[in-house]
């Protein structure tokens, strides 16, 4: 986590920046129980040539002054009153790699970690801010495995901008598998892999013990499922989305659809057979989230292809993120679509009462 401020109060405030949609959520806690206050969105038609970040080789380009008026109206227009937001980054903006220790005192890891990091990362920490994760309970007397995230100081300094556009107080940058892991995995559950399929890409990460083993990110993803089916169809993309979210693999275009999500779902495999293979544990579930993962047929469809060998069954659910978080019964009908959609956003916004 990249923290600028410990304080915490009685509410808090997530913002996830996707693509084309911005979500935000606002949480209380009162005599330890969390509920949620509100939220809301801003989506761009998918048919428009203006996004609200831009890519080039993988580097984020967030159009600021867009994100800082679209929060600006969100919070205006929703009644939201936090001012200190805590922003997801997109994993693909954010280097991930891991190593080990010897064992030593919490303190000298820290001394060792910006030593060790040189390594791995092909850039100068001068230009990067890093932040870590110890995958020990006892650092001091076995051998520590450390996860390290780093992001561009340009891009830190970016999202300070569209905090202050917004008028909001930015209190700690956070990449998005962080915050989806602690939206819908617990620390009792079994081996998990995270699977976030978004507008522009997905990310595969694993869980384990509270900690986040691993995280990989590709670019295949929503769009391209649009896209496919803009194509072969000849069918303008606004068509071609409202088309996707209606049938999915249910119906006459699962065909088209069909050969992106085995691309995908080999990766996903192989992101989950190199850590068995290095761990020695087995996968037991799969929790999928992100806007893809509302279409219809797509959870049944990984159940089958990322079935494995020896009668192992893998439980691929949707990701349940208020679960325990108490919401107005009014939205019963709309549950599905906020848990999984706005799972980063809620990540964020749980931040401040861990």
């Keep these: 986590m990249f923290k600028f401020s410990d304080k915490k109060d009685g509410t808090s405030l ?36 203006e996004f ?26 929703s009644g939201i009153k936090p001012n200190k937001v805590v922003f997801s980054l997109p994993d693909f903006a954010t280097f991930f790699t891991t190593f ?32 870590w994760q110890i995958m020990s309970d006892n650092p001091e007397k076995e051998n520590s495995k450390i996860l ?22 930015l209190i700690a940058l956070e990449a998005e598998t962080m915050a989806l892991k602690r939206a819908v995995y617990k620390k009792e559950d079994p081996t998990t892999c995270l699977l976030e399929i ?24 929503g769009k391209d499922l649009t896209f496919a089916l803009s194509e072969t169809l000849g069918i303008t993309i606004k068509q071609a989305e409202a ?26 495999k192989k992101v989950i057979r190199e850590f068995e293979a290095k761990e020695g544990k087995k996968i037991q ?28 069954i893998i439980d691929v659910v949707l990701a349940n993120s208020l679960k325990d978080i108490f919401y107005p019964p009014v939205l019963e009908n709309k549950i599905e679509e906020i848990n999984t959609t706005y799972a980063i956003a809620l990540g964020e916004a749980l931040r401040k009462f861990e």
């Design 198 to 221: 978004g507008f522009q890409s997905t990310n595969v990460s694993i869980a384990d013990q509270d900690f986040l083993k691993t995280s990989f990110s590709f670019d295949l993803a």
């Design 243 to 268: 088309l996707k979210k209606k049938e999915g693999l249910n119906g006459k275009i699962s065909h088209i659809l069909m050969p992106l999500l085995s691309i995908i779902s080999e990766k996903v």
């Design 52 to 77: 609200f970040r831009s890519f080039d080789k993988k580097t984020l380009n967030p159009a600021v002054e867009n994100i800082s008026n679209a929060i600006k109206m969100l919070t205006e227009e």
């Design 14 to 49: 997530g913002v996830d920046v996707g693509t084309k949609v911005i979500r935000i959520v606002e949480l209380s806690r009162k005599k330890g129980k969390i509920s949620l206050e509100n939220y809301g969105e801003v989506n761009l038609d998918v048919a428009s040539k």
């Design 285 to 312: 579930k799969v929790i999928v989230a992100g806007g893809t993962s509302l279409l219809p047929g797509i959870i049944d469809y990984f159940k089958k292809s990322l079935a494995q060998e020896e009668s192992q």
């Design 148 to 169: 390290v995230m780093a992001v561009q100081n340009s891009i830190v300094e970016q999202y300070k901008g569209i905090a202050e556009g917004a008028g909001l107080t």
């Design 100 to 131: 080990e220790l010897p064992p030593m005192s919490r303190k000298e890891i820290v001394n060792a970690i910006g030593f060790e990091s040189r390594k791995y990362i092909p850039l100068p920490l001068s230009e990067l801010v890093l932040d």
